[in-house]
């Protein structure tokens, strides 16, 4: 009995000695990096036109355009996670801001395409870095019982960045007329779509020297002492001296770094099982064709009839409800469960998907040769595909990045983070690439059709595979 009043007293005093304050803000801060993938991603909804006449590319060089951060965004993401097992994850993020700044001013400064693409790069892997570290850097410093509210800020900054984007775009072309027109110091208004970002990413650099490195790196690399401070100036001096030993316990204490070969279950040589779960969440997220919307919502309404002022603002409207449903998950993640969340997501999907690609199938051939929806069906795909952004919003988009932060084991934390964030965004390229082919060949309702399958595939690869994490600790993930 008395040693279950200790037990209960040392949680208590450890709880009160948390400095929970300091955990949300260096978790927001952190997530800037989530709100400059969000910018970053977002930006290029609005200039796809300006790039287009200003490279004269066609729509195969248009595509590789917009899509070509991404393969980026495959490299950052696969070497950050690696990376941070070996420099840090506070290290990785100073780069990816560092990336984010060269990028934004190179974006508005190119020339030609090459230049563009290089710079596109560039800040692509200054997003596939950010979107592995912020979730491993969160996960890695919250308590568990509000660890997946944390986490999910991370989705809230990355659709802030994107409605960010959608609204510089939306007030700088009300501005000039249209993203073609020349605005200030005689610049086209595209090229200053990117160089608005240099601004949040100088925030982003200088606000990263105020937080510590991640504590469970700390012991990885044999600094127990500056991870005691860490844990102490976190949780408490009690609770940090509990938390030292439960990590030493998990991380192995060797000098071997963490390699490859540990994705491999040792019984059997093959990968392990929790890493094939990890790749199958990060394809799903991206093959229900979020990013579509992201970076050709633009394109998407005016091929239907919208004027560009209006689908520009349409942009803006999809980004403030994003936000709205990804309040939501943060109010439900740490109760009901991650699991849950992404079934209902999916499911969701699956049936509004259906309904805008319905709608988007009656589009008629109007007198411009472009294909128009009649006013009623105009309203349903526009309401559907709404509420397909908020299903995501409220699920998939937040809570694979929570569940890709904090399901697997200590030791293989950066490279399971590397090989599924890689996955992701090779997705990510596949689905952005073969879009302005897809919607000249089986059109809008055709490529909806093929995200509400995916969608519905989704469901029973969650039913089946995922495992719930909520309120474990991280210590106890065994992978």
Not at 64 to 69: I, K
Not at 234 to 250: N, V, W
Not at 357 to 367: L, S
């Amino acid at each position: 009995m008395a040693q279950i009043e200790q037990t209960a007293n040392s949680k208590f005093v450890g709880t009160q000695a948390e400095n929970k304050a300091f955990i949300i803000l260096i978790s927001c801060i952190a997530t800037i990096g989530g709100f400059l993938f969000g910018y970053d991603s977002g930006v290029i909804n609005g200039t796809v036109e300006g790039i287009k006449v200003a490279f004269n590319s066609d729509s195969v060089n248009t595509g590789f355009n917009v899509a070509s951060m991404l393969l980026g965004c495959a490299v950052g993401a696969a070497a950050a996670g690696r990376l941070a097992d070996v420099y840090g994850r506070k290290t990785m993020l100073i780069i990816a801001a560092l990336l984010f700044l060269l990028s934004a001013w190179g974006t508005g400064i190119s020339t030609d395409s090459s230049w563009f693409i290089f710079y596109r790069i560039v800040g692509g892997l200054a997003v596939g870095a950010a979107s592995v570290m912020t979730p491993a850097y969160i996960s890695e410093v919250a308590p568990a019982r509000y660890r997946g509210r944390l986490s999910t800020i991370q989705q809230v900054a990355i659709i802030s960045g994107l409605t960010s984007a959608f609204l510089s775009n939306y007030v700088l072309a009300n501005i000039s007329g249209s993203a073609l027109n020349p605005l200030w110091l005689n610049f086209e208004t595209w090229r200053w779509m990117f160089w608005v970002e240099l601004i949040p990413a100088s925030i982003f650099l200088l606000a990263l020297f105020l937080i510590p490195e991640s504590p469970r790196f700390l012991v990885a690399r044999h600094k127990d002492e500056k991870a005691l401070a860490t844990l102490t100036r976190l949780y408490g001096e009690q609770e940090a001296k509990q938390k030292l030993s439960e990590i030493q316990h998990t991380v192995s204490q060797s000098s071997d770094k963490p390699k490859m070969s540990d994705l491999l279950d040792s019984a059997t040589s093959k990968i392990r099982p929790i890493v094939w779960v990890g790749i199958g969440l990060a394809i799903f997220q991206q093959f229900v064709g979020i990013n579509v919307v992201f970076y050709y919502g633009a394109v998407l309404w005016q091929s239907v009839g919208f004027s560009e002022s209006d689908s520009l603002f349409i942009n803006i409207l999809s980004g403030s409800l994003s936000i709205g449903a990804c309040l939501v998950a943060i109010a439900l993640v740490d109760k009901i469960g991650r699991k849950p969340l992404l079934m209902i997501g999916s499911i969701g999907m699956a049936v509004t998907l259906s309904v805008a690609a319905y709608a988007f199938n009656t589009a008629t051939i109007g007198e411009s040769g472009q294909p128009q929806l009649s006013d009623s069906m105009g309203t349903l795909a526009l309401i559907f595909a709404n509420l397909y952004v908020i299903f995501f919003n409220m699920s998939w988009g937040p809570i694979m990045w929570v569940m890709l932060g904090e399901m697997f084991p200590n030791r293989i934390r950066g490279l399971g983070l590397a090989v599924a964030g890689f996955f992701q965004w090779v997705a990510n390229f596949a689905i952005t690439m073969t879009f302005p082919i897809m919607l000249g060949s089986v059109g809008l309702a055709g490529s909806y059709g093929f995200y509400a399958i995916s969608a519905a595939i989704s469901a029973v690869f969650v039913f089946k595979l995922v495992k719930e994490t909520k309120g474990k600790e991280l210590e106890e993930m065994q992978g």
